[in-house]
């Protein structure tokens, strides 16, 4: 597609229920990175994927939290047992190969509010 | 392991006035290096980069930011901003041999009439 795209774009779930978001890059772009924007925290980094595999997982906060990438595209992020403290919006990047470099280009985002 | 600093949590400015948002890297090895920009209830949006070359790197909106390797750091200016350029502007690094970006804390810029 012409953009990152992200669903869903809000969601409002109760204390302990499972979530899950998810990422549908631009065509044609092989790495994929999760963040989480919660307010006053800046963006913090989740997770980074190259093709279907995950060199970088080191931000995942928890067990709790997990993400995977099938087909080098879409890419779900699942919290579980989710907690007041995971209220954020979460960010999809995709990137291409610029000098070698990956620039990335964002979603809009999904706004997880835990109830 | 790389970090930003991003010193400066907001930042008011009259409008037409000159802006620089201070930004400083800590990184073991060369670098690339962003700002990114979220204008209210918007997401990212790429503002500029550095990834070689030039030092002084042009970006969208009239915005510009000088690579300083000795110093470590690559400051965002403006000569004039809108009222328009109300935002949040991060500053991102992402080591060379590793493509892990890092993001500052973010600088609100606040212009007012």
């Known amino acids: 597609g012409a953009g990152v795209s992200q669903s869903p774009s809000n969601k409002v779930t109760e204390k302990g229920k499972d979530v899950e978001l998810r990422c549908d890059p631009i065509?044609?772009?092989?790495?994929l990175y999760w963040y989480r924007q919660s307010l006053g925290q800046g963006l913090e980094f989740l997770i980074y994927?190259?093709?279907?595999?995950?060199?970088?997982k080191s931000g995942l906060p928890s067990d709790r939290f997990s993400a995977e990438r099938t087909g080098g595209s879409v890419s779900t992020l699942t919290i579980q047992r989710t907690q007041q403290e995971d209220s954020a919006v979460y960010l999809c990047?995709?990137?291409?190969?610029?000098?070698?470099?990956?620039?990335?280009?964002f979603g809009a985002g999904s706004r997880l509010t835990v109830l | 392991a790389q970090s930003v600093t991003q010193l400066d949590s907001q930042v008011p400015v009259f409008e037409e006035a000159p802006v620089e948002l201070r930004c400083n890297y800590s990184?073991?090895?060369?670098?690339?290096l962003f700002w990114y920009v979220q204008y209210p209830n918007q997401g990212l949006q790429l503002l500029l980069k550095?990834?070689?070359?030039?030092?002084l790197v042009k970006g969208i909106n009239g915005f510009e930011a000088e690579f300083n390797k000795s110093q470590t750091s690559f400051h965002l200016r403006k000569p004039s901003v809108h009222i328009s350029d109300t935002a949040e502007y991060f500053c991102?690094?992402?080591?060379?041999?590793?493509?892990?970006?890092?993001f500052g804390t973010g600088t609100r810029l606040l212009v007012s009439p």
């Open positions: 990047a995709s990137s291409s190969r610029q000098s070698g470099a990956n620039v990335l280009t």
């Open positions: 065509s044609g772009h092989t790495a």
């Open positions: 994927f190259q093709g279907n595999s995950a060199p970088d």
């Open positions: 990184s073991s090895v060369s670098v690339y």
């Open positions: 550095y990834l070689s070359g030039s030092t």
């Open positions: 991102a690094v992402m080591n060379t041999g590793f493509q892990k970006l890092v």
